[in-house]
């Protein structure tokens, strides 16, 4: 057996071996996107599928591409897309959907057959004709806790909920829309039981207001978590428990801005040490990949514009060896590479394994059983939901902070769809819990997930 100081220095000279590699290894462009302004606005992926968003400005032109061999041949997506440009692509409930945009509408459309045809239905945000769109907002879908979620209207604006995979929506943006005057809401994520969405208020294209809005209750209901005065507030993404969160200052004032984490959720903010700020954040686990493009016209374009961070921000290193003089547009992790989309030059990628990545982690997504508490805290009983898109086994319990079982509310088959349970904490001691913080625990197919709930009478 090797001694242990002699183990520690190989592991640093692999680390080693490994970072210098990382900052030597070049992008591969793939292969051309048949589109006269190929500017990427979004990259996602259904399966091994992974699709391009474009902002193609034209009706006539291709605004959607896939490609089911890593970009080595792209294809157009777009029949039944007589749009402008796509702005989030998201697999759900077994279908694809895509969120887009044209100049004489736009609006959700869905897929059966992983992009090669869709759907359109001009009312699916239940809004008038020329009103149920979005302008610029990438990425505006979310799948959380068996919902549908789309960022909707006239440059943004209102949130809007399905409960039945698209078929009907409603509006989930009370205590934004009576909060803010002449708002657009920008992005929308979730950790754990809380739902995030970064929304701001202007007139005269001047920002007067930038805020960060919380829901813990799917969308009901929201309150304010960060309040920016003449400054917007845009969420980049979440790792862990982590927030990111990014903030720039209008071009007349001052060219600074700000890059922010909380791992409080929204209680405190750190700055993030980064030598630009980006808009474009993509989280695999600890490691993280950020850019900055022209949509920062705040601040300017920033060409050097890809940065890597192995631990959660704290440090980063230029990584864009081989990328053109263009800025990057989108970044997205797909079949074990880097993909980034540029304004002029198409898509590049990079295997993750130049920067010591093995594995892609996994996202909580709408197939995950999504635990949902509310109340929370709670005095008397709360209400527990989790939803899944497959049928399995289910066990749904609460535990104390030391793993002991204080409550067990099911056991047995689970459907497919959502599943509710009412915790009923009114008798007394010693057939009801103290007073404290505990977690609920639903194990399902395989998986295992926690949310933190507090009894406080």
């Not at 294809?75 to 702005?87: M, R, Y």
């Not at 005095?379 to 049928?391: G, H, R």
Request: glycine share 10%; proline share 5%; with cysteine.
């Amino acid at each position: 057996m090797l001694p242990k100081w002699l183990l520690v220095l190989t592991l640093f000279a692999a680390l080693a071996v490994m970072q210098a590699h990382a900052l030597r290894a070049q992008w591969v462009r793939t292969a051309t996107l048949d589109s006269p302004n190929p500017r990427v606005l979004i990259l996602s992926k259904s399966g091994s599928t992974v699709f391009a968003g474009i902002d193609a400005f034209e009706e006539s032109k291709t605004p959607l591409f896939r490609t089911t061999n890593n970009g080595d041949t792209w294809e157009a997506a777009d029949i039944g897309l007589p749009v402008w440009s796509v702005n989030s692509v998201l697999p759900y409930g077994g279908k694809l959907f895509c969120e887009a945009y044209s100049g004489s509408g736009g609006g959700v459309y869905s897929s059966t057959d992983d992009g090669l045809t869709w759907s359109a239905s001009d009312s699916i945000l239940g809004l008038g004709p020329g009103e149920d769109y979005t302008i610029g907002i990438r990425n505006a879908l979310l799948a959380y806790g068996g919902q549908l979620f789309v960022i909707g209207g006239w440059i943004g604006g209102h949130i809007y909920c399905s409960t039945d995979t698209g078929l009907t929506w409603n509006e989930r943006d009370s205590g934004i829309n009576n909060t803010l005057p002449f708002f657009e809401v920008d992005a929308l994520t979730a950790i754990g039981d809380t739902l995030w969405a970064s929304a701001n208020s202007y007139s005269d294209d001047r920002y007067l207001f930038g805020y960060l809005f919380q829901s813990t209750d799917t969308g009901k209901t929201w309150r304010k978590a960060l309040h920016s005065p003449g400054y917007p507030v845009f969420i980049l993404d979440t790792a862990g428990k982590d927030i990111f969160a990014a903030q720039f200052l209008t071009q007349a004032e001052s060219p600074a801005c700000g890059f922010y984490r909380s791992s409080d959720r929204g209680t405190t903010w750190d700055s993030v040490p980064m030598p630009t700020i980006p808009s474009n954040l993509c989280v695999n686990g600890t490691s993280l990949f950020a850019s900055g493009d022209e949509a920062n016209y705040f601040t300017g374009p920033n060409v050097d514009s890809v940065f890597y961070s192995n631990d959660t921000g704290t440090t980063w290193t230029l990584v864009s060896s081989g990328l053109p003089q263009d800025p990057v547009t989108a970044l997205f992790i797909a079949n074990g590479y880097l993909f980034a989309g540029t304004h002029d030059s198409g898509v590049w990628k990079r295997p993750l394994s130049d920067f010591g990545i093995s594995s892609v982690a996994q996202r909580p997504t709408g197939t995950t059983p999504g635990i949902q508490v509310y109340p929370n805290p709670f005095s008397q009983s709360t209400n527990i939901t989790f939803s899944s898109q497959a049928s399995g086994y289910a066990d749904v319990s609460i535990v104390n902070l030391l793993g002991a079982e204080v409550a067990h509310l099911f056991s047995g088959e689970g459907g497919a769809g959502e599943h509710s349970f009412v915790w009923d904490c009114r008798g007394a001691w010693p057939c009801a819990p103290t007073d404290g913080m505990y977690e609920c625990l639903v194990r399902m197919n395989g998986r295992v997930e926690t949310l933190p709930v507090m009894l406080a009478r």
